[in-house]
């Protein structure tokens, strides 16, 4: 009786035949079996065709009876592999090691078989009727291989710097950067039902006990909430008008009324001469969110007449501390030039001026200010009566509120 063969090539002898040959066969069955228990090979994988591989009956190197094989080939087309339907418990880690980005399959010959288009690796099995994937992962995740995760938890996730995480498109949504040695972290907590999620940094420095949170617009971008800016530390403005100054005992700029017409706007000023320097006060409790710093002002005011030369506007200023005198000197004036308009009962404002500095500025002061009249220097050429309406005082806080 002749030898018989399993469907991936072992060779079983009957009782009597190859005598004295046995060991020769049997060494190689050993071979075939080691193979199919743990062996490895690559298969070239014919472009836009499945390639059957064969069995070798009583032979070893066959791919068909190989553990790991590895598919190679440059592909511009679905390609793939096929096995004999009977090799029923079979179990394979496929590689596709091919190129071209192209669908590959591996199946039996009557099956579907397993389709994956990545550069992963499969741990198929033979279930009796068909190639199946067993599920196991097995080189979904590398170094240096993209992947696309779907349904996993990451316990411990981990981005390096200039990662990101993407949309649905693949765009950039989240980036991450680093400085080079990080003690300050943000921390995002979830809530129960009735309370907000927290955004909240942390620090894992035993000297940072009070840090700050920055969300940092881009340009000229706003920090909003819904559609609405949110108000943050920064300019903010005290608008004084007028009515609200008076003019100083010495040299006092003279209160006026000027009528337009009957029922329509009247101005209510403070007229400056033109050829003696003259001054009007007012006087503020700053907000406790100032930061003592430096401010700006704008002067709002009409014209007598309808010259068009220069005026020059200054401000000046002192702080006076709680049970302290308030006979203390101003801080130097600071002018800003304004042309006349060149016709009557028009508002005209100033430029923003440089930096007032208030002397003895510092929280919880009582701050006079002292407006004057330049009306000496020979940069001031406007003829007529500067009408001042008011002074709006630009000053910069570094507190949320006055809390």
């Known amino acids: 009786m002749a030898s018989a063969y399993t469907p991936l090539g ?73 096995v004999p339907d009977d090799i029923t418990g079979m179990k394979y880690l ?8 192209e669908t590959v399959t591996f199946k039996t010959a009557g099956g579907t078989g397993v389709s994956w288009a990545t550069t992963d690796a499969k741990l198929l099995y033979h279930d009796g009727t068909n190639i199946v994937d067993s599920g196991l992962g097995v080189g979904d995740v590398t170094l240096t291989g993209t992947q696309t995760l779907t349904n996993k938890t990451l316990t411990a996730a981990k981005i390096v710097s200039g990662g990101f995480i993407a949309d649905a498109g693949g765009d950039e949504n989240l980036v991450f950067t680093e400085v080079g040695t990080p003690v300050n972290e943000l921390r995002i907590t979830n809530a129960a039902t009735g309370s907000g999620p927290i955004l909240a940094a942390i620090s894992t420095s035993a000297t940072d006990s009070n840090i700050d949170l920055n969300i940092n617009p881009l340009g000229t971008g706003v920090l909003k909430s819904g559609t ?41 000023v ?18 406790k969110s100032w930061d003592a710093g430096t401010v700006t002002f704008q002067a709002f005011w009409a014209p ?12 000046q200023g002192v702080s006076v501390p709680d049970d302290a005198t308030s006979d203390v000197v101003f801080g130097t004036a600071i002018d800003v030039t304004d042309a006349g308009g060149g ?25 006079y200010f002292q407006v004057v009249r330049n009306a000496t220097s020979v940069s001031d050429t406007f003829t007529g009566d500067v009408r001042l309406l008011g002074i709006k005082v630009f000053y910069t806080t570094n507190a949320a509120n006055d809390a």
């Open 10 to 82: 072992v060779q079983l002898m009957v009782t009597g035949e190859k005598a004295g040959l046995w060991g020769g066969y049997t060494n190689t069955n050993l071979e075939i079996l080691q193979q199919i228990a743990g062996g490895y090979t690559t298969q070239a994988v014919a472009d836009g065709t499945t390639t059957a591989l064969a069995v070798a009956d009583g032979a070893t190197g066959a791919t068909i009876a190989t553990s790991t094989i590895k598919m190679t080939g440059a592909l511009t087309g679905a390609s793939g592999l096929s």
């Open 304 to 315: 007598s007449n309808t010259d068009t030369g220069n005026a020059l506007i200054g401000l």
């Open 270 to 287: 403070l007229d400056f001469d033109a050829s003696t320097a003259e001054y009007s006060q007012f006087s503020v409790a700053m907000p």
């Open 228 to 268: 609405a800016p949110v108000k943050i530390a920064g300019t903010e403005t005290i608008f004084v008008p007028a009515q609200a100054m008076f003019g100083t005992t010495t040299n006092g700029a003279e209160a006026n009324a000027v009528e337009t017409t009957a029922t329509r706007p009247e101005m209510k």
């Open 94 to 101: 496929v590689i596709n090691a091919t190129t071209g980005g």
């Open 343 to 367: 016709a009557l009962e028009d508002v005209l404002v100033s430029p923003v001026s440089t930096a007032v500095t208030i002397a003895a500025a510092a929280a919880d002061t009582y701050t």
